[in-house]
């Protein structure tokens, strides 16, 4: 028995489920592993990773009984997280329902009008202890409790905002023990076979690209665990779990050059037979860094570019050049490491002319794997109030369609309705990826029979997504 079970709603890529990888939900263990560090009795159910339906929530509401049942929520999970908390209350309405993330802190009124007792807002480490405190030992006043919203008698009341977190190596590893391990796994692209598994090592972002709502949760004030603690944590994935391949999911994991020297050279020195990989801006590496991350076992690192024009880039606040990121290729690929670059098409000034553009730099760039989005404004930006304000979105514009890389187009352009941009998402990856050469260097760089088996069924469906996108307007 649990008192506190903790649900990641299930959530699917679409036609690049193959290509896509299968992460834990960390925020969830952040929060388990600091009820736990409280004194409660914790369970986490990932209904994403673990493929699991409503028979099996409901067996782990039957087994476990909680008092407390949390979801985490992102836009794109928004519809499924409903689902499960009207499994709840309808399987015992004395549970207390609680949900966070980045959907109830950007769009409390409209999450909080399904069956939610309490929201988080922003960092809940500190707020959802402080919250089960009051729900199951009446301890404390529910105004005092920082970072969270509730149904109040005059509409949704919510309390002052949590300060963040600023010495992180404070908080307890992730609770990784009440994850099912054995079931992740990367990118198709970056899967040679080895156990999977992720770590963040810092929270914030001290950039403002228009259309990201990282801030909205851990702010731009950008704090990190200490390099020794990092080390610690893989180490402990590395001997308890015999984790062999990492991926940071910091937004920027070489903002601080020095840290992330630091903690490659913990990893040399430890030995580990391990692999890794890593987001980060294109005006944050150099050579002696990425030949430095190379001894450490960073065999990816993924570069967000977004637009491949220089107007473009300043209308989004990106403080990047095209030139820095030609540069950050190819000192990326020079040095071994996977190079990975991803572009969205779409913003609301954008016609036929921006988005060329951004494919033939995208071509001209010749990252090892290239990722085009279509826009996805998410609640909290400056792109979606942009676009509200606007009236850009699609006209059966639906949170269901809140994917990462989309099922279709939710906006439309100033120039470019929504079905075009479908057209022109499709012909972006048709370009870059049926280029003969860059077909015959991906086959032979495949590792294994898995590896290419794998891939293969990836680009199979990511071929016919591109397909059904181009045959939207018949064109060129």
Sequence with gaps: MADVLLVAPPFSYGALDEASPR???LGIACVAATLEKAGYSVKVLDMFATASDRQRLLNALGREKPSVVGVSIVTATFDSANKILDAVKAFDSSITTIAGGPHVTTMAEEAMKGKIDYGVIGEGDYSAVELVDFITKKKGKLED??????KGKNGLAKTKGREFIKNLDELPFPAYHLLPMDSYRPYAALDVGRKFSCMITSRGCPFRCVYCNS????GHLWRCQSAERTLEEMQMLYEKY???????????FTVNTKRAEKICNLIIESRMDIIWECLTRVNS???NLLRKMRRAGCRSIAYGIEAGYEEGLKLVNKQITLEQAEAAIKLTKKNKIMARASFIIGFPWEGEAEVRKTINFAKKLDADITYFNTLTPYPGTQVFEEIKRKNLFAEDFDLKNYISHGTKPLIRTEKLSSEELSYWNGKAYFELY??????ARKLFEMRNFNNLKRNIKAGIGLLKLARKRTSVVKKE
């Design 242 to 252: 015999r984790i062999r391949h990492i991926y940071f999911q910091d937004d920027e």
């Design 285 to 287: 590496v150099n050579d």
């Design 145 to 150: 409790i920082k970072g969270i919203c509730y």
């Design 215 to 218: 801030s909205q949760i851990f």
């Design 434 to 439: 049926m280029r003969p050469g860059y077909l």
């Design 23 to 25: 992460s834990p939900n």
